[in-house]
């Protein structure tokens, strides 16, 4: 049942404050008071999802989506399409800002993918049943369109002065794992999951690590056979195996021929170009005086034919 909740500020440095009551428990009889702050997300860096994200504060310990879904749907809001859970500075690592994907069809989206599903196949099993969240953590809240998030503002909004809603009710039908001494029992039973499972674990990770080294050979045997932009072949342990034709080497180092070559760095490749400049002048100078000669020697024995 819900009850009237005390006197709070309805937001707090633009977050909105939702007081909760959590349920009382066995090992704790007196009713705490929870307060969530909420706001829309507004990240520095836009995405997608933005326009119907809320942003969620101080989140309790044990919560899940299920705990997120049956909250708004109690106060009136919008549906809830999916929780990130951002926690500590850790573990931003499935929320950060996406970055460009790859063109459509390219081979690193292809291996990329292949490394995702070879990773989440040879993945030990879980030992937990759910996740605990640490005191302060925070949570992206997805929900299903534009429409939805707008309803759960007004409905935040309508809640501030109405009574509070009791964190937890209504999810006991979703089958969330239970916590106290169940929670550790669990645990302790998961610690040992069956020899198919790990068999099935290792068999993946040793499947991805052939793989690997397959992809690795193949491509130190192109290494092998092209010549790089210099000319020269690649030495790589293993020996040569079909090395680059003759034809294809002496291409690559004709091309390479004048690249990276300093002419003049030296003082004596200047004295060096100076004294050749000079003997190039003094032999053009030797042959146009030759000519000269020769003219004059044929002047007035002219004969027109």
Do not use: C
Not at 1 to 26: C, D, F, H
Not at 29 to 46: D, F, Q, S, V
Not at 105 to 123: T, Y
Not at 234 to 250: L, Y
């Amino acid at each position: 049942m819900a009850s009237k909740k005390p006197e709070t500020p309805s937001s707090i440095s633009g977050y909105t404050v939702l007081p909760v009551r959590l349920q009382v428990l066995a090992s704790f009889k007196e009713a705490a008071i929870h307060y969530l702050y909420l706001r829309r997300h507004e990240p520095k860096i836009p995405t997608p999802d933005d326009a119907r994200t809320l942003f969620a504060v101080n989140i309790p310990f044990d919560a899940t989506e299920a705990h997120f879904r049956y909250l708004f749907s109690h106060i009136g809001g919008g549906r809830v399409d999916s929780v990130k859970f951002l926690g500590n500075r850790r573990t931003l690592t499935d929320v950060r800002q996406p970055i460009a994907p790859p063109p459509k069809g390219s081979k690193k989206r292809k291996r990329d993918r292949i490394k995702q599903e070879d990773g989440a196949a040879s993945a030990l099993p879980e030992i937990w049943d759910r996740g605990l969240h640490p005191s302060g953590s925070t949570a992206l809240i997805v929900f299903v369109d534009d429409g939805s998030l707008d309803a759960t503002m007004k409905a935040l909004k309508r809640h501030s002065k109405g009574k509070l809603a009791i964190w937890g009710e209504g999810v006991e039908g979703e089958k969330v794992p239970a916590l106290g001494s169940q929670r550790y029992l669990t645990h302790q039973t998961l610690r040992y999951p069956p020899s198919s499972a790990l068999q099935s674990s290792i068999d993946a990770f040793l499947t991805a690590y052939a793989n690997t080294e397959a992809a690795r050979a193949r491509h130190l045997a192109r290494k092998r056979q092209e010549p790089d932009e210099d000319g020269f072949i690649t030495v790589v342990r293993g020996g040569r195996t079909g090395p680059a034709r003759h034809q294809e080497a002496a291409a690559a180092a004709d091309r390479q021929k004048g690249k990276g070559e300093y002419r003049d760095f030296y003082r004596f490749q200047l004295r060096e170009e100076r004294k050749k400049n000079v003997g190039e002048l003094v032999r053009r100078f030797e042959e146009d005086k030759r000519k000269v000669e020769e003219m004059k020697g044929r002047r007035g024995k002219f004969k027109p034919q």
